[in-house]
């Protein structure tokens, strides 16, 4: 049972779900918000999505949760907890007694995960994602409340090595903590043919060596030192792809920089458009100063596109080889110059780029999650009893 949060997560149950080896329902809590409509902005969204829904099959609860203004960090594991209380209460009453919970990102829903298996009496597997393992704990409250989350939990999961040593720098033990890292959707994330990659070019209007920028308009993204790179960079263009409040702060930008002539925001593309997008690119780069496991690397790779990236924890685990890319020298706009001009002179068969990502498929994700709740259970049930619900 967990909350949704993003489509890697969604990936990871599905992928999960279609080993025909566990059962599973979702209860993914959303804010409470009375009105709908586009003047509302997300908390409008919120207010449109239903109660419950079927998405690959799977049963998705969505209680609400009430969100408290100013001091909403702090209360929300208790919230969030309460939320879904009396849904998993009626979640077993109706013959669905589950085994483990299972949730995704340490806080705040780790820790109201780790509150309803106390109530419940169920064990909990609690997976680090990012910023909840390397920014939030630098505030004392929500650092003691992860501890107490994973004094109890089960079993532990992150995404990548870095998170992991923050939990153990938190004092967690070595062996409570599983490093499975996110996969991608080879199918579908995929090579462009040559005409293809042709016509997408001409979609998204690219006629230079062309880099994109993917992610929320948000200042840790680094779209921003993208476009200041694009000084040191004049035969390139870029695209950036997503939504926000830096939207105007980035077209400005471009405007101040002289390069607005060579940058294109495209908004928010949906997911079923980024291998195109991908495809048509050249190299994607990521000045991000927080990740974890960041997946359009992934999913750029897959394309066959390299990438560029900042070194910041887990991505020098997914950018290992010339194949995949390069790390940039330093997380600034000279830095992403250095780091492109870098690519462009020794750039990757887009072939090889493709053949790298495909050492990352779910597979041994979704059999490490396998192997996890089974050593789990079998330390909960008598001998020679089996059990494959999550």
Request: glycine share 8%; hydrophobic share 45%; proline share 6%.
């Amino acid at each position: 049972m967990q909350p949704i949060h993003g489509v890697f997560v969604e990936n990871r149950l599905r992928h999960l779900a279609a080993t025909g080896k566990v059962e599973l329902k979702v209860v993914a809590p959303v804010p409470w918000f009375p009105f709908s409509g586009r003047w509302a902005g997300r908390y409008g969204v919120y207010a449109t999505v239903p109660r419950q829904e079927t998405r690959h099959g799977i049963t998705v609860e969505h209680p609400r949760y009430p969100i408290v203004p100013k001091i909403g960090m702090t209360v929300a594991p208790i919230l969030l907890a309460l939320s879904q209380r009396a849904t998993i209460a009626r979640i077993i009453r109706e013959g669905y007694d589950f085994d483990v919970l299972d949730a995704h990102y340490f806080y705040p829903d780790g820790v109201a995960a780790a509150l309803l298996g106390h109530w419940f009496n169920k064990p909990v597997v609690i997976t680090g994602r990012g910023t909840d393992l390397s920014h939030i704990p630098a505030f004392n409250l929500p650092r003691r409340q992860i501890q107490w989350a994973a004094a109890r939990a089960a079993g532990m999961i992150t995404v990548c090595q870095a998170l992991k040593d923050s939990l153990v720098d938190l004092g967690v033990a070595d062996d409570r903590v599983t490093v499975l890292r996110n996969g991608v959707d080879l199918e579908a994330f995929r090579r462009l043919s040559d005409s293809e990659r042709t016509a997408a070019r001409e979609k998204y209007g690219l006629s230079r060596f062309a880099l994109g920028s993917v992610g929320h308009l948000v200042e840790r993204k680094g779209h921003h030192l993208v476009i200041e790179a694009l000084r040191e960079l004049p035969s390139a263009q870029l695209i950036i792809a997503g939504g926000g409040p830096e939207h105007h702060r980035l077209m400005s930008l471009a405007q101040a920089q002289g390069v607005a002539d060579r940058v294109r925001l495209l908004g928010v593309v949906p997911h079923s458009e980024l291998p195109n997008l991908y495809g048509a690119l050249d190299a994607l780069v990521l000045a991000s100063s927080r990740e974890g496991w960041a997946n359009v690397l992934l999913e750029a790779m897959a394309c066959g596109t390299p990438v560029v990236a900042s070194r910041i924890w887990g991505t020098p685990e997914v950018v290992s080889e010339p194949a995949a890319g390069v790390l940039m020298p330093e997380r600034s706009g000279a830095g992403v110059a250095a780091g492109v001009k870098t690519l462009m002179a020794a750039m990757p068969n887009r072939a090889a780029t493709r053949s790298y990502a495909e050492r990352f498929s779910w597979d041994a994700t979704t059999e490490g999650q396998l192997g996890l709740f089974s050593a789990i259970m079998a330390r909960r049930l008598p001998p020679n009893v089996e059990t494959a619900t999550v």
